[in-house]
């Protein structure tokens, strides 16, 4: 749903500090250099915070979470080894590259520019994994425990040309992902003439978080635009119930097989996020009769989701823990999935993809490898899936989506992200 818990998706960018970097390039002062060698004494507890970060830093950020911010890093990504060259953006700013065991981390470093030039910023730009080809990276994937799923395909004339596959036809709980299927019936709706992008619709109830829509006023004006925006760039769950509401419920149930998704009965009822929630964090008796329901009892018992309220549901109940992923959830393949993207690029509606293109959810350096760079996924506690739509600098169109599911257990999400980064990368 965005998350249950939210990530965005992925837990990167994780921020230490908040510091701006100048935009233009420049040489490294020494106090730059010298802070950045010395990272890897920090990140790995040989160096306590408090003689590398300065007391105004600090005072955001105790150095206790540093200290629990360097142990999920290596938890993610083993032991950092070495730090790279800094790339300067000023002489007192700069990205620099941690290597860690299993992946390259960048980091933005922010000093302060006066004696003793403690550092005032840090921030978690992106991660790759450090496998050096398909391959090795493909074998680290299908070796993450619990159940994994990937699809990497050309998109070409007749359709996907699969390369790379682990299950791809497997359906498990995609979280978030199933927003790309109420954005695909938005564009044929707008093409065929049934709605305008620029049409405005009320706010429909509230939702729990991700997003922001969940604290405006129910039936606050917003056009089809604005919900389909936020509901693809940030999660918004309430923009996403407001337009499967607004679209209608079955014509995106019976939109899924022309999309390419094979199940498509594992999505019926399509449920909202509103729905999803109560019966993950409402009445436990309402989940089993849910989970011993088939179709048309689970429509029967849509009247009653829908009069339990959102602001009765409290996700840190759970504990991070995943809830009923099996049962309530959204669920398709990664084969789906890319289906469901070629439909989007094929649809000629470029508003789509401009939305697709709003959050990379990757860092910055690795869209910036790309002609185009779209992106949609979804988190909650036991599930991940990351789908990209990519167009080479070449021109040639390729899609990638993986899903990591495991009902019993949490994921390691930024080590999820971190093995996509580097598949999305070797793409090109």
Avoid: C
Wanted: glycine share 8%; aromatic share 6%.
């Amino acid at each position: 749903m965005g998350r249950l818990l939210r990530l965005l998706l992925p837990l990167l960018p994780l921020l230490l500090g908040l510091a701006a970097a100048p935009a233009a390039a420049a040489e490294p002062s020494a106090a730059l250099t010298q802070r950045a060698g010395e990272l890897v004494a920090v990140l790995n507890g040989a160096t306590p915070p408090e003689k590398f970060f300065s007391p105004a830093f600090l005072a955001q950020v105790p150095p206790v979470q540093v200290t629990a911010i360097a142990a999920r890093l290596k938890a993610s990504y083993g032991a950092a080894k070495a730090a790279g060259p800094v790339e300067a953006s000023g002489p007192t700013a700069g990205l620099v590259a941690v290597i860690f065991e299993q992946a390259v981390v960048q980091m933005r470093l922010v000093v302060d520019p006066t004696p003793p030039h403690r550092v005032a910023g840090l921030l978690v730009v992106g991660a790759e994994s450090s496998a050096a080809d398909i391959p090795a990276l493909f074998g680290e994937i299908a070796g993450l425990l619990g159940e994994v799923s990937l699809a990497a395909a050309r998109l070409e004339q007749s359709g996907p040309a699969e390369f790379l596959t682990q299950k791809a036809e497997r359906p498990l709980a995609v979280g978030s992902a199933f927003k790309l299927f109420v954005l695909a019936e938005l564009v044929r709706q707008v093409k065929a003439g049934d709605r305008r992008w620029s049409d405005v619709v009320p706010l429909g109830p509230a939702s729990l978080p991700s997003g922001l829509l969940h604290n405006w006023p129910k039936g606050s004006p917003i056009t089809l635009h604005s919900l389909a925006a936020l509901m693809i760039s940030q999660s918004d769950n309430s923009a996403a119930d407001t337009l499967l509401s607004v679209l209608g419920r079955e014509k995106v149930e019976a939109l899924l097989p022309a999309l390419g998704v094979r199940s498509p009965e594992r999505d019926r009822p399509f449920l909202s996020t509103r729905e999803a929630f109560a019966l993950k964090l409402g009445d436990p008796a309402l989940l089993a009769e849910w989970k011993a329901a088939g179709e048309t009892g689970r429509r029967a018992l849509l009247p009653r989701l829908a009069g339990v309220a959102a602001t009765g549901l409290d996700p840190a109940r759970l504990g991070g823990r995943p809830v009923g992923i099996e049962a309530v959830e959204w669920f398709a393949s990664p084969a789906d999935l890319v289906r469901t993207l070629d439909w989007l690029r094929r649809s000629g509606d470029r508003t789509a993809l401009d939305l697709l293109a709003i959050n990379p959810g990757l860092g910055p350096a690795v869209a910036g490898e790309f002609a185009y760079f779209g992106y949609k996924g979804g988190s909650e506690p036991g599930l991940l899936n990351m789908s990209f739509l990519l167009r080479s600098r070449e021109g040639r169109w390729l899609a990638v989506s993986a899903t990591w599911n495991d009902p019993v257990a949490a994921l390691d999400e930024p080590r999820f992200a971190a093995l996509m980064s580097r598949l999305v990368s070797l793409m090109k």
